[in-house]
């Protein structure tokens, strides 16, 4: 059984930066980061295969969002920079047992609990 816990989440204003992170329990092998908007679906953001080479980004986030992961410590980590309104969000941790990044949310076997991500103007 695998466990995730995320933190980081918080208020942040327009185009500044908040780093989320995921401390995981148990053997994973990719994962990702997906958020829930107020009144929308759950969607994808970021995905890190379990060696961490190979990575993928929702086009509304590409060179502004970066995913990483530290082995040693199982944690995944998520640096979100230059903000927008848009971006605020539930954001959740998701462990799949696939060694592919999957982007779409069936694919993920496990979930943390979700941190609050709100950027104000």
């Known amino acids: 059984q695998v466990q995730l816990v995320e933190s980081g989440g918080g208020l942040v204003q327009v185009g500044g930066s908040l780093r989320l992170s995921c401390a995981a329990s148990?053997?994973?092998?990719?994962m990702g980061w997906f958020r829930q908007g107020p009144g929308k679906g759950r969607v994808f953001v970021a995905g890190?295969?379990?060696?961490?080479?190979?990575?993928d980004y929702a086009d509304s986030v590409k060179g502004r969002f970066t995913i990483s992961r530290h082995g040693a410590d199982n944690t995944l980590y998520l640096q979100m920079d230059s903000l927008t309104s848009e971006d605020t969000a539930v954001y959740y941790c998701?462990?799949?047992?696939?060694?592919?990044?999957?982007?779409?949310?069936?694919?993920?076997?496990?979930w943390g609990q979700g941190t609050q991500v709100t950027v104000s103007s």
């Open positions: 148990g053997r994973t092998f990719s």
């Open positions: 890190i295969s379990r060696s961490g080479d190979l990575t």
């Open positions: 998701a462990a799949t047992k696939s060694p592919a990044v999957p982007v779409w949310e069936g694919d993920y076997d496990y």
